[in-house]
């Protein structure tokens, strides 16, 4: 089974609107840490936010924001006030394990164009 | 601060040669890094792990003979592609993890590898 699901392989959205990314997981590790990254097409990934499955709060990071509901499985990535460099692929990950050194598994991203 | 190097950028090699990819973390000490590999259009599929002084450990259906990992100091690990073929070619990534914080990995640019 898929660690981590990603369903929408491309998305547009309006600049200053908000989007939705969606990404669901799989572990049966009630520890565990979710983590989204940006990748333009340079090629680089930069984080953007992290959950814990212990907190308690929806992480947050400026314009981003973790949607986090842990009986669905889900942990989707809010971006408001969208902006023409947010055109990027995104990728949802999962550690299973709070340990820094375990391994990440990706999911298979999601395009977002954001439109003018 | 959390700067990840990667050298070169891009190359491109012929059938049969070697090829050595260098991640540094500039700013901070990493005991653990981490090498991915990221075919076009796909995700990021981890290769191996490597802690400082230690061998690495590399992911079911990777070859450690053709994908020679060092991690000599904290601040230095290599990926030497050995006898590079076509369907090696491939964008490779490598992310370092701090000392001083185990949440996060930090990413290097990438090597965009093509072999001829």
């Known amino acids: 089974a898929q660690k981590i699901t990603q369903t929408q392989p491309g998305m547009f959205v309006q600049e200053k609107e908000a989007v939705t990314l969606d990404c669901t997981y799989d572990?049966?590790?009630?520890?565990?840490?979710l983590f989204w990254y940006k990748q333009p097409s340079s090629g680089e990934m930069i984080f953007l936010i992290y959950?814990?499955?212990?907190?308690?709060q929806n992480a947050t990071e400026g314009r981003y924001s973790l949607n986090f509901q842990k009986a669905r499985k889900s942990a989707n990535l809010v971006i408001s006030a969208s902006q023409l460099g947010d055109s990027a692929m995104y990728f949802c990950a999962m550690r299973e394990g709070l340990e820094g050194y375990q391994k990440v598994t990706f999911g298979i991203g999601t395009k977002l164009q954001v439109i003018p | 601060g959390a700067v990840v190097s990667q050298h070169p950028s891009w190359v491109i090699c012929k059938s049969g040669t070697s090829v050595k990819i260098e991640c540094r973390s500039l700013d901070f000490q990493a005991t653990t890094m981490f090498w991915y590999r990221q075919f076009p259009k796909q995700s990021l599929m981890l290769m191996a792990t490597s802690n400082e002084g230690s061998k690495a450990t590399y992911e079911q259906g990777v070859e450690k003979d053709k994908f020679l990992i060092n991690h000599a100091s904290l601040t230095l690990s290599t990926l030497t592609v050995t006898s590079a073929h076509p369907e090696d070619s491939s964008f490779y990534i490598c992310?370092?993890?701090?000392?001083?914080?185990?949440?996060?990995?930090?990413f290097g640019p990438g090597t965009r590898l093509t072999v001829l």
């Open positions: 959950q814990g499955s212990y907190d308690q």
């Open positions: 572990t049966s590790d009630p520890s565990y840490g």
């Open positions: 992310s370092a993890l701090g000392l001083a914080n185990d949440n996060e990995q930090f």
